[in-house]
């Protein structure tokens, strides 16, 4: 028996410390997987009025007012949402300069606002009194709308301008206004 294959058979047989440790770097591993792939946010597309939504989805209405953090260079401001039960995310796609309006698909149910980007900088509220304030539902077959995203470098407040809003869907979205409504839902006001 030559070297290799005395190195091959002391091999193929590992020994049970061995055995663990592969199996625990294995364990690792997917708890790893799990945590990176559970902790990232589904993107929220943005809705092509030439599509039909989801039987339990609803329309979830931004307008993003972008007042000083956006006009300098590329960058871009995007929402982030979190369900009720605090496991899964949404992040909206990405608004620019001034003020832009965006209507994002979400399945029916109670979300909160967990947070928004500038650029590649996340802002989220850690306490749960600041999260219950950005409470909000989105019911099924409507276009649902919770306050205008007002944002001035890294603050964000919320303001309501539904009649804004509605005006805006009215002009720029027409059939899909007729065909969902809009509804208030921001839930703690």
């Known amino acids: 028996m030559d070297c290799i294959q005395a190195l091959t058979a002391s091999c193929s047989k590992p020994a049970p410390a061995r055995i663990l440790i592969k199996r625990a770097y294995q364990l690792c591993s997917l708890a790893c997987y799990i945590i990176l792939v559970g902790g990232c946010a589904s993107k929220a597309p943005f809705y092509d009025p030439a599509q039909q939504i989801e039987p ?3 329309l979830l209405a931004i307008m993003s007012h972008n007042t000083g953090y956006t006009k300098y260079s ?3 401001v995007a929402f982030e949402f979190l369900n009720s039960t605090r496991t899964k995310r949404y992040k909206s796609g990405n608004f620019g300069d001034s003020v832009q309006f965006g209507l994002i698909s979400l399945p029916a149910g109670t979300y909160y606002l967990s947070g928004y980007y500038l650029s590649a900088v996340k802002y989220d509220w850690a ?13 099924a077959n ?15 407040r919320l ?6 809003t509605e005006d ?9 206004y007729d065909r969902y409504g809009l509804v208030y839902t921001l839930i703690n006001e």
């Open 127 to 139: 306490d749960n009194e600041t999260l219950d304030r950005m409470k909000f539902r989105v019911e």
């Open 159 to 164: 303001q309501d301008n539904q009649d804004m």
């Open 56 to 58: 339990n989805d609803g």
């Open 74 to 76: 590329n960058r871009y």
């Open 142 to 156: 409507k276009i649902n709308y919770f306050g205008d995203f007002i944002i001035n470098f890294s603050s964000l």
């Open 168 to 176: 805006f869907l009215e002009q720029n979205y027409p059939q899909t």
